[in-house]
């Protein structure tokens, strides 16, 4: 009976479980990194424009340095990402000089005009003595390349009255321009204009157009005073009153003016070779060969006619 009464014991051997790591909470933390950098890239796309999503996107497709450089490693390239494959800036045996005046890209050429607008806005900003000449600054982007207008006013002119003597704050000025513009390697025109007013001299004394020559050369010795690299100049002349700014009248003195243009690579060419592209220049030239060559044949004839008078 004692037996039937018997408590039954269970013994269960407890196992002891190997320690199992914590990689899974690095996974984790990328998983979540990850999601919140997606989330992050949608909330900025759907606020962005799409002229600023273009950009982005162009930026993300060519490496900085082929941008810059250009060149067959930039457009010929085999490879899924424009300009990649090789090393751009290297070639068998020796190093390749990156050289912007290939640059033909105008988004480019627009973002780097843009930028240093951007930073010559940013340099009069933080100058109280040139804040005040804000309003007499214009900036526009234009086939021949970035356009900087210095505007006269009767309150603040940039030269003494009919005279070429600069104002102390427009050479200020023009010396923290100088800088900035040393930051792109594009070559740079100068011009002076005047107002309609005439000289009591008249055109044939000192008139509009000595006068504004010689005020684009006192602002050219102002921006090389302030570190300006002489051969980056490009043009300096004097306009007088024949191009007024478009909306005003000839003797307005906003047309007593200061104009610079850091030229494209391309307007710079067109300057040099006296209005003409190279590519229109290589079209005038095959254009012109055939009557060139028909005017040398009637020239030679002429002269054998001319021979033959003589001889007999």
């Known amino acids: 009976m004692a037996d039937e009464h018997r408590p039954i014991i269970i013994r269960r051997k407890k196992i002891v479980k190997k320690h199992h790591g914590g990689s899974w909470k690095i996974a984790l933390a990328d998983f979540m990194t990850a999601l919140m950098a997606l989330f992050l890239v949608m909330w900025i796309l759907s606020m962005s424009s799409e002229k600023e999503r273009q950009s982005i996107s162009e930026y993300f497709q060519t490496p900085l340095l082929v941008s810059m450089a250009g060149g067959e490693r930039s457009s010929n390239a085999a490879s899924v990402i424009n300009g990649g494959g090789a090393d ?4 068998d045996g020796e190093q390749a000089r990156i050289d912007l005046r290939r640059q033909t890209r105008p ?5 780097h005009f843009n930028e240093i607008r951007r ?3 940013a340099a009069i900003e933080a100058d109280p003595v040139l804040r005040a000449l804000k309003a007499q600054l214009q900036f526009d982007v234009t086939r021949e390349g970035l356009r ?5 006013t009767e309150t603040k002119p940039m ?7 600069i104002a102390p704050y427009m050479e200020r000025l023009l010396r923290t321009l100088a800088p900035l513009l040393n930051e792109i390697p594009n070559e740079v025109t100068i011009s002076g204009h005047t107002d309609s007013l005439p000289y009591a001299g008249g055109e044939r004394g000192y008139s509009n157009w000595e006068l504004s020559a010689d005020r684009a050369n006192e602002s050219r010795k102002a921006l090389l005073d302030g ?3 002489p051969d980056r100049l490009l043009l300096v002349m004097g306009a007088a009153d024949r191009i007024p700014l478009d909306g005003t009248e000839p003797n307005d003195p906003r047309n007593r003016r200061i104009t610079i243009v850091v030229h494209t690579f391309e307007s710079a060419e067109f300057i040099k070779r006296q209005g003409f592209f190279p590519q229109d220049q290589a079209e005038l030239d095959a254009s012109l060969e055939p ?3 028909q005017l040398n044949e009637e020239f030679q004839r002429a002269t054998n006619a001319t021979d033959q008078t003589k001889q007999k």
């Open 88 to 91: 751009p800036i290297h070639t």
């Open 107 to 111: 988004a480019d050429v627009r973002r």
């Open 291 to 293: 009557d060139v060559q």
């Open 227 to 229: 570190g300006f690299e």
């Open 119 to 121: 930073r010559v806005e």
């Open 148 to 152: 900087i207008m210095m505007l006269d």
């Open 159 to 165: 030269f003494e009255v009919g005279s070429d003597r």
